[in-house]
């Protein structure tokens, strides 16, 4: 009798340490392609900083500007100065960044022409992008509200 006990109050513990392992657990990230962070939108350049100087650049201090625009169904332009600099297809991955090897969303760009950006902050009206380089930049945008 007191093996039948001992049996069954072992099956429960284990039951019940498996069930508050599994809730207790992260889950996986939606893929990709499910992903919608709100970054749909123009999106203007207002300042970065970093670099191996550490220096800031405002927008308002340049003779340049620059804007990303993103799409609904994937696709993204970068312009510098209305001029285009890249544009094709996006996607949001969820893992670590390479730098600091912290899980969070990257911006990654299928064509390769820019580096990929580890999405720091995204709201309604600010999106801030770091570069996943040594010394690369962290970049400030505001989203532009259509007239």
């Known amino acids: ?4 006990i001992t049996a069954i109050m072992f099956a429960l513990m ?5 069930c508050m392992v599994l809730s207790c657990s992260r889950g996986t990230p939606p893929a990709a392609e499910e992903v919608d962070l709100g970054e749909v ?3 203007n350049w207002v300042m970065s900083a970093g670099g191996i100087t550490g220096d800031t650049i405002y927008a308002d201090s340049v003779d340049y500007m620059r804007r990303l625009v993103f799409d609904t169904v994937g696709n993204y332009v970068y312009t510098y100065n209305k ?12 893992e670590s960044n390479p730098v600091n090897s912290q899980m969070g969303w990257i911006l990654k760009y299928e064509d390769g022409r820019l580096p990929f950006d580890w999405v720091v902050e995204l709201s309604a009206d600010t999106l801030v992008l770091a570069q996943t380089v ?10 532009e509200i259509g007239l």
């Open 1 to 4: 009798m007191t093996r039948t």
């Open 14 to 18: 284990t039951i019940t340490i498996t």
């Open 41 to 43: 939108g123009t999106w």
């Open 83 to 94: 001029a285009l600099v890249s544009a094709g297809k996006y996607f949001l991955s969820y």
């Open 134 to 143: 040594i010394d690369g930049y962290t970049s400030t945008y505001v989203r």
